[in-house]
């Protein structure tokens, strides 16, 4: 395909999709974040969660975040108002029912997301786009839980969502061109980057930040650093806006697990074997900003 008519094909493809009913699963961070930016967007947000309590929270965190937003002067009030007004919520599936794209952004456990997705094959319309925001688990065997997956990709959006510019776009091993241009061009319409690339465990993103975490996680567990000294070094030697103790306390420390858990299952290499001392973390219940204890206490 010609660049002019591959750019005007994307094109379409967000025109196609614009103002479409877009349907959000999980309120946790990632979830209201990526509801954030599609109702800032144009586009009246569904979000779902089973826990009423999440969801409650997330819609305050939404509401919050744009007021901030509001006070920098990045949108005025009134605009930021209609963006909270197209958010809905819901604690029942069923409410995907008239979904043109669903964004699964629950909790990264692969048991969870494949019922996730057989449930969304079943209610959301035969055309919609379904569309997983994990960090690391196959979008090859997810779409294979469904009956449509030629329209099944990875949308992976970075933390906070209405901050970062990137978008992860992975392509499962059946995922049509047609979805690909569709879902690229949609997070363009959204202002961000899209990146595409193919289905392997933790893509691109997690498979080379992952590791850096994990062995900044063994010199604390061996006694190389402090992490402020840890964090120090990286920042300051690195130029990281972050340190990585920091950043995995942001990302949360279960989630670091279970996504070195996939690296270390699907590459069968001992180099991503999750260190000790996180397993010890996440057994404690120190999850890191979200638990209000991990490497730091908030
Ligand atoms: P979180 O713990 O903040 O939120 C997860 C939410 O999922 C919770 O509100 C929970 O109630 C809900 N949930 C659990 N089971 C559900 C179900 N069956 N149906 C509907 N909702 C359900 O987690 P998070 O950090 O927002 O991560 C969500 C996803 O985003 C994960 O796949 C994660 O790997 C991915 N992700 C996380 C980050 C990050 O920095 N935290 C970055 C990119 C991608």
Not at 218 to 234: L, S
Request: charged share 20%.
């Amino acid at each position: 395909m010609s660049q002019q008519s591959s750019s005007a094909s994307s094109s379409s493809a967000a025109a196609h999709l614009a103002g479409a009913r877009v349907a959000v699963i999980g309120a946790g961070q990632m979830g209201n974040g990526i509801a954030h930016v599609f109702a800032a967007a144009g586009h009246p947000v569904t979000m779902i969660d089973v826990n009423a309590d999440a969801l409650q929270k997330g819609r305050d965190t939404i509401a919050k975040n744009l007021d901030r937003q509001v006070k920098k002067g990045a949108v005025d009030a009134e605009t930021a108002a209609a963006a909270l007004a197209r958010v809905a919520t819901s604690t029942a599936f069923d409410a995907v029912h008239d979904a043109r794209v669903v964004v699964e952004a629950a909790t990264e456990r692969s048991d969870l997301k494949f019922r996730i997705f057989e449930e969304l094959d079943r209610l959301a319309p035969a055309d919609a786009i379904l569309a997983s925001n994990t960090s690391s688990i196959a979008i090859t065997e997810i779409a294979a839980r469904t009956k449509r997956p030629e329209q099944v990709i990875g949308m992976h959006f970075m933390n906070p969502v209405p901050v970062m510019q990137l978008v992860e776009v992975i392509r499962g091993l059946a995922t049509s061109d047609a979805t690909t241009a569709t879902v690229m061009a949609l997070a363009t319409a959204l202002g961000k980057t899209p990146v595409e690339v193919n289905d392997f465990p933790g893509f691109v993103a997690n498979r080379i930040l992952m590791p850096m975490i994990n062995e900044a996680i063994y010199c604390v567990m061996e006694g190389v650093g402090t992490p402020e000294a840890i964090d120090t070094v990286m920042k300051l030697g690195m130029n990281h806006p972050m340190g990585p103790l920091t950043l995995a306390d942001f990302i949360g420390l279960d989630t670091c697990l279970a996504i070195l858990e996939v690296l270390h299952d699907g590459l069968g290499d001992p180099k991503y074997r999750p260190c000790p001392l996180l397993r010890k973390y996440v057994a404690a219940g120190w999850l890191g900003r979200k638990s209000g204890r991990g490497f730091y206490q908030y």
